[in-house]
Each structure stands twice: as C-alpha cells, then as structure tokens.
C-alpha cells in the first residue's frame, strides 16, 4: 500500500498569507495526486486533480505542484473561506489518503 | 448536475451488517466508477471501494473480506455491505464518483482503474452499538 503523509499536520496564517501544503508518498505515484478540502461537517470538495489540474470552478489562487513523491498545495493568499481540512489522495495504484492538513486562523 | 445521496440506518449493532444506499440523480450511472469512502469521527478519510456499471469492483485489501458493494443500473442506486461490524466502523459514509482522467494499474494478474473524486454525497453517520 503506498502511504501518504502530510505536512505539517496544522498549519496557523492569518488571512492574505501564502499557504503551503506538503504531501509525500511512500513511492512514486507519478503525477496521480488528488488535493481535497474538507470544512467542517462537509464532504470534502475537490481541488487539484493530475498534482495540478484545479477542479472545475476552483479559484485560481489554489495551486498544485510536484510529481514523483513530492507534492505541494499552494494557496497564494488566504481567504476566510479557505480555513479548513487539505487531504491529498493518490490514485497511482489503488487509492489512499493522506492524513490531512488542518488549515487554521492565526 | 450529477447529486449523490446516501441513505440507510444511523445505527448498527456490533457484530451486525451495516448497509447503505447511494441515490445517483442528474446524470448517468452508465459511466464513471462510484466509490464509498468513509470517516471516524475526527479522522482521515478511507477508501472502501468503487463499483463500475458493469459490476466490476475494487476493494480496499484491509477492508475486502466484509465488503461488497453492488449497483442497480435501473434504480441509478449503489449499495455498500459492511459485514462483522464492530465499533471502528463507527464513522461517516460518503459516496463518490470517479473522475474520467484515472489511472490504471496492474494487480494481482489483472488492471484496475483509479481515480480522485469529483463529486461527492454529503454522507450519513453511522454508529455500531448496542
């Protein structure tokens, strides 16, 4: 099972600040890297799919990059709305989660 | 607008068979893969395994063996079987769908498609207890 681990586990920022998420898998899943966002007691929505396709009706302030085993979510300045959960998810062989992100107010 | 809708019973009793229905509305159920994914309380998210339309699953290796998950093409409704259920099954159900640009793989002598999800259900709670 390949193993996804995020970093770091909360991230604290005050509102117009870059944000930077940190995915790595425990090998490599190519470019087959999902980022989520989950508020609370929602389903989580889709972002980034491809490590850096923005989902349909996505801003473009959220970014993803990487390949291989390395991942980034950039989120170019945050807004009220974007304090929540990021999980990154690979589809390289089977699926899996990573722990998550909790993205909070400083 | 493709909706997901989960339904089913708030409640479980251990050692009892959890069972859940997902109501696909707004587009076909004749294409994409249809995931159930699950949540304990203040955890991460776990696959438990996809369905396509033509019967084809796949299953997450840790939960496989208490697992099954059908689809009914003229209802556009998928289902999910927990079997043996014991309290750490105790967690939020989500159904989703499977975006087109997946990947496939080889396992076990066969491939398998996987995918992230872009549509989402808003999921239903269940507890296992007595």
């Known amino acids: 099972e390949i193993v996804m681990t995020q970093s770091p586990a909360t991230l604290s920022v005050s509102p117009g600040v870059r944000g930077t998420l940190s995915c790595r898998a425990s090998?490599?899943?190519?470019?087959?890297l999902a980022w989520y966002q989950q508020k609370h007691g929602q389903a989580p929505r889709l972002l980034i799919y491809?490590?850096?396709t923005r989902a349909t009706g996505v801003p473009a302030r959220f970014s993803g990059s990487g390949s291989g085993t390395e991942f980034t979510l950039t989120i170019s300045s945050l807004e009220s709305e974007d304090f929540a959960v990021y999980y990154c998810?690979?589809?390289?062989?089977?699926?899996?989660f990573g722990g998550g992100t909790k993205v909070e107010i400083k | 607008q493709v909706q997901l809708q989960e339904s089913g019973p708030g409640l479980v009793k251990p050692s009892g068979t959890l069972s859940l229905t997902c109501i696909v509305s707004?587009?076909?159920?004749?294409?994409?893969?249809w995931s159930w994914i699950r949540q304990p309380p203040g955890k991460a998210l776990e696959w438990i395994g996809y369905?396509?339309?033509?019967?084809?699953?796949n299953y997450n290796p840790s939960l496989h063996s208490r697992v099954t998950i059908s689809v009914d093409t003229s209802k556009t409704q998928f289902y999910l079987r927990l079997s043996s259920v014991t309290a750490a099954d105790t967690a939020a159900y989500y159904c989703?769908?499977?975006?087109?640009?997946?990947?496939?793989?080889?396992?076990?002598?066969?491939?398998?498609?996987?995918?992230?999800?872009?549509?989402w259900g808003k999921g239903t709670r269940v507890t296992v207890s007595s």
């Open positions: 707004g587009g076909s159920i004749n294409s994409h893969y």
């Open positions: 090998q490599s899943v190519t470019t087959n």
């Open positions: 491809g490590a850096s």
């Open positions: 998810q690979q589809y390289h062989n089977g699926l899996t």
């Open positions: 989703a769908r499977g975006g087109v640009a997946g990947n496939y793989y080889k396992a076990v002598g066969r491939f398998y498609y996987s995918s992230y999800m872009d549509v």
């Open positions: 369905i396509h339309h033509s019967g084809s699953t």
